[in-house]
């Protein structure tokens, strides 16, 4: 190894392209802190390293698997900071799986509910629909559980 490490440049296109994340995203990322501001080029285009692309990477791979803005700026908080330690990103995870869980047993709920009222539809011509009926009523849905 001789040391020289890669420079290469990318541009916020290049950047979403790799990454998939579109540009507005990008931009607000930078906005709310996550991206640290890049270079500029001599036009005031903006200059992304080789890390830049990696912490996108990172954001992009984190909000895939729902992670939510605050515990994405926990997670790189402790990188930036060098004070990762692996018990507390199991802790950070394991609360966000608690809260995946909790969403997946809320869709079953709905998915129940909306399979009930389905049942009761003749799909025919008639005016009455109890479709209408039960979206009027909802009784027996609680859309917080």
């Known amino acids: 190894m001789t040391g020289i490490t890669n420079t290469r440049a990318y541009g916020i296109g290049a ?3 790799e990454t998939g994340v579109i540009i507005e995203t990008i931009r607000y990322y930078e906005k709310i802190g996550l991206m640290p501001d890049p270079g500029r080029t001599s036009g005031g285009n903006r200059q992304y390293s080789q890390d830049h692309l990696k912490r996108l ?3 992009r791979h984190s909000r895939d698997l729902g992670f939510s803005i605050h515990e994405i700026r926990a997670l790189l908080s402790m990188v930036d900071q060098k004070d990762v330690c ?3 990103v199991h802790r950070l995870t394991m609360q966000h799986l608690g809260t995946v ?7 079953q709920v709905l998915e ?3 399979q009930d009222m389905a049942s009761e539809c003749a799909k025919g011509d008639v005016p009455d629909c109890p479709i209408i009926e039960s979206l009027f009523e909802m009784d027996g849905v609680d859309p917080k559980t």
Do not use: E, P, V
């Open 15 to 17: 950047m979403s392209r």
């Open 57 to 59: 990477s990172f954001i």
């Open 86 to 88: 692996c018990g507390d």
């Open 101 to 107: 869980r909790a969403k997946i047993t809320h869709l």
């Open 112 to 114: 129940r509910a909306l």
